[in-house]
């Protein structure tokens, strides 16, 4: 996608004023990094980032769950979540590929809201529409402003600023408040492996919201440099990057987020691949040194290869290069020595497991 | 008293007498944002102008260094090693990476001075 045609978030001119350097992100011209990508990663893992992302996608369905097809649309029950809880998984195609990983939110009875990447929203919406029949399916991305805090502070910060019941939220559930005067959503959800929040408002509000939190001495704006450091040093995947419409949640190790007990488009290849030998199985790994291993970089067993890296950063919590990749199901053990190669660069690592970085505030 | 050269690729070289410190220039620093690995040569090599000095690796890239003269290395700033943040605090000063035996000071000629350097910087 050209430059041109770039959506920009209600925020575009806030990091701006912050000198923010940007980048185009999924179609939407999005801050990579404020002060730095370390510095701002620190300040996630220490006090309470805060990073703007309106450029996910967000859908409501309202209707009959189990008459529109809802209920077989993900690799998750649907009308198994109770209201006020939200279930991470996929929607996948009919050769089990994941066409995007998704967060639904049980708003009400007859109610759910469906936040997906930004890149794939619009091929999403597409998907799930043409499965379902009734109900009332809306894509309101444009309407809706997402901004996530996140890091160990980020609990008293919104306390602070909205109140006693924001303490009250545990993990993967929500509370539909009013935020700034607006009917506004705050889940305890993320994307960083810290205690946080994810607040879901109308998009006119979201300048104001960004300035107030930003007067906190304890809140400094994080880009998406931080975040995909922050991401995979607890192992999170990166759709696009780790996984897409060629990879099952098989291949990927991320059957946890699928239940074979239920119907949904791909189980049949999914049942498939079960009894059979992956050609391919996404695998963690430390480097030996500081180097970064880095997307497309290929892995090697000696002189043979085996796979490639499909994401790595260097880890400022373990002062190593850590990455995900591919490589054949043989060399998945915990342990397995792997040779990463590029160009003149060759770094030594081991296949370890997730997540990398274990001292995250996420469930505290 | 040294002076200081530039070349293209944004590498730094100061020269006093017969000695040759170089490093990456604050702009190039800058650019890389957070550096996280430097890769120095061993003690002892020939390099020569233009040829494969150093690595170095930033949170975004990875990249090259090349000698900014030809000559034989006989001190590398190890600490970058261990502490590679030196090169985004200080590149042209503390962050210093290799020193050099120069081989021939007329190489120099080739290079940029300090406010040829910064005009170049703004033709960029």
Known sequence: MSEHNLQVTPLNEQHRALGALMAPFGGWDMPIQYEGIIAEHRWCRQQAALFDICHMGEFLFKGDLVAAGLENLFTFSVTAIPVGRSKYGFLLNEQGGIIDDLIVFRMADDQVMIVVNAATAPNDFNVIQSRLSGGTFTDITAQTAKLDLQGPKSREVLVDLLGGWVAEIPYFRFVQQTVLGAPAMVSRTGYTGELGYEIFLPAEKVVELWNTLLVDPRVKPAGLGARDVLRLEVGYSLYGSDIDATTTPLEADLGMFVHMDKQFVGKQALLQQQGQQLKKVRVAFKVSSRRTPRHGFAIFDNEQQIGEVTSGVFSPMLGCGIGLGYVEPAYAAPGTALTIRQDRSVMEAAVCSTPFYTEGSVRR | MSTIYFTKEHEWVKVNASTAVCGISDHAAHELGDVTFVELP???????????????????????????????????????????????????????????????????????????????????
């Not at chain 2, 120069?102 to 350097?117: F, G, I, P, V």
């Open chain 2, 42 to 124: 061993a003690v002892g090599k020939q390099v020569k102008q233009n040829e494969v000095l150093a690595a170095i690796e930033s949170v975004k890239a990875a990249s090259d260094i090349y000698a900014p003269v030809s000559g034989k290395v006989v001190k590398v700033n190890s600490e970058l090693e261990d502490a590679p943040e030196k090169v985004n605090e200080s590149a042209e000063d503390a962050a210093w990476m290799v020193e050099l035996e120069l081989a021939d000071a007329a190489e120099l000629s080739a290079l940029m001075t300090k406010d040829q350097y910064d005009e170049y910087l703004k033709s960029l």
